[in-house]
């Protein structure tokens, strides 16, 4: 089994930064693509940033120039640096990782989510 916990969501003022982690952990043989989304209330959940193991990204362009997506492979965590941040990127965040539990055995999995609240 594997876990995906999440860390670093709170409430901060318009223009503010936040910095989300997502670790990873149980039976990994090694993790490919890793990502973040995000789900405001009343709204589909919406992709914001995704990241290779090689470590390409790719963005949504509502966060392109704000958020910055890495990752740690030796520690099998992701993380969100966000910047000036907006009331509109108020959501529950989550991780996700798509794992390889054992050879030719990916696996998706999700975070339980953490929450950002951005006030004006």
Same mark, same amino acid.
């Given at each position: 089994?594997?876990?995906?916990?999440?860390?670093?969501?709170?409430?901060?003022?318009?223009?503010?930064?936040?910095?989300?982690?997502?670790?990873?952990?149980?039976?990994?043989?090694?993790?490919?693509?890793?990502?973040? #989304?995000?789900?405001?209330?009343?709204?589909?959940?919406?992709?914001?940033?995704?990241?290779?193991?090689?470590?390409?990204?790719?963005?949504?362009?509502?966060?392109?120039?704000?958020?910055?997506?890495?990752?740690?492979?030796?520690?099998?965590?992701?993380?969100?640096?966000?910047?000036?941040?907006?009331?509109?990127?108020?959501?529950?965040?989550?991780?996700?990782?798509?794992?390889?539990?054992?050879?030719?055995?990916?696996?998706?999995?999700?975070?339980?989510?953490?929450?950002?609240?951005? #006030? #004006?």
């Amino acid at each position: 089994q594997v876990q995906l916990v999440e860390s670093g969501g709170g409430l901060v003022q318009a223009g503010g930064s936040l910095r989300l982690s997502c670790a990873a952990s149980g039976s990994i043989f090694s993790i490919n693509g890793m990502g973040w #989304s995000r789900q405001a209330p009343g709204k589909q959940r919406e992709l914001v940033a995704t990241i290779t193991s090689g470590g390409s990204t790719n963005y949504a362009d509502s966060v392109k120039g704000r958020f910055t997506i890495s990752r740690d492979n030796a520690k099998n965590t992701v993380y969100l640096q966000m910047n000036s941040l907006k009331p509109e990127d108020t959501a529950v965040y989550y991780c996700n990782a798509e794992v390889l539990v054992r050879v030719g055995r990916h696996i998706g999995y999700w975070g339980q989510g953490t929450q950002v609240t951005v #006030s #004006s």
